[in-house]
């Protein structure tokens, strides 16, 4: 089966490159923005071979995932809701990894521990385990103009072998019980892509997106732990604000809003 965009995608005037071979998804399509191109445009590998993740981790890609990204146009939105981007994308591979595998028998939208929730600020978890994970990243072209590049690294076929990474095991769709091709995740996201960035609507209109998210998110109203460098602050999860921070009540209540940083649910918060 070859990769193609949703049909909503293409009337949205989305296009595709694929690629048998790429060092980085994200840097190719950061190219072709310094080269002029302004999206949105989805690149595409069948195999990856520098794929990076947040804060420069290496992301393992396996043949029979899914690696892509997509370069956004952002020419009129405003610098800071650019990072808003990656809660659309976030939305958007949810409600796409539902599309392809909601009618597996197992999996419940309504179970958090059958379907997909989301990892503030760019995971996809399925049954505590990490599923995909997203990468955005921003750059400064000359003349002033901005380019965006969202990535996306979804383990279909099969998990990373190796011990969990900061405590959560990874997983695939494979694992539960889905048995196609990266290529109908693909058709889903770009679809769900253009239907999610039309509701963001150039981040004039990020509280739908964050209800959305918020209506997905991974450990809300739970212990969590976010570590950031030798700093851990510890509390409850309770929301992500309108500019998508995550948002911490202390022991004392206090509220305490956080811009970076790694976070641990249940036993791990406590050992974080």
Not at 67 to 91: C, I, K, N, Q, Y
Not at 139 to 163: H, K, Q, T, W
Not at 190 to 206: E, I, L, P, V
Request: with cysteine.
């Amino acid at each position: 089966m070859a990769y193609r965009l949703g049909e909503a995608a293409r009337a949205a005037g989305h296009r595709l490159h694929v690629h048998d071979r790429l060092g980085s998804t994200n840097t190719e399509a950061l190219e072709r923005a310094r080269a002029g191109e302004t999206g949105p445009l989805w690149v595409v590998a069948h195999r990856q071979e520098a794929g990076r993740g947040r804060r420069g981790n290496v992301w393992a890609s396996l043949p029979g995932n899914l690696t892509a990204s997509v370069l956004w146009p952002v020419a009129g939105v405003a610098p800071d809701h650019l990072a808003e981007l990656g809660f659309v994308a976030g939305v958007a591979l949810a409600d796409a990894v539902e599309a392809t595998c909601g009618t597996l028998p197992g999996w419940d939208r309504r179970d958090p521990t059958r379907s997909v929730r989301l990892k503030w600020p760019n995971d996809l978890l399925r049954g505590g385990a990490k599923l995909a994970g997203l990468l955005l990243e921003a750059e400064v072209l000359p003349g002033g103009r901005r380019a965006v590049v969202i990535g996306f690294g979804v383990n279909v076929a099969a998990a990373p072998e190796g011990l969990p990474v900061k405590g959560i095991p990874p997983t695939s769709l494979a694992a539960a019980g889905y048995v196609g091709g990266p290529e109908a995740l693909l058709n889903h996201l770009s679809d769900q892509m253009a239907a999610q960035a039309r509701a963001w609507n150039g981040g004039t209109d990020f509280t739908r997106i964050r209800e959305r998210w918020l209506a997905r998110a991974a450990g809300l109203g739970c212990e969590i732990a976010v570590a950031s460098g030798e700093r851990v602050l510890r509390g409850r999860f309770d929301t992500i604000d309108e500019g998508g921070r995550l948002v911490i009540l202390g022991p004392d209540e206090a509220r305490h809003v956080v811009t970076a940083g790694d976070v641990h649910f249940g036993t791990a918060a406590t050992a974080a």
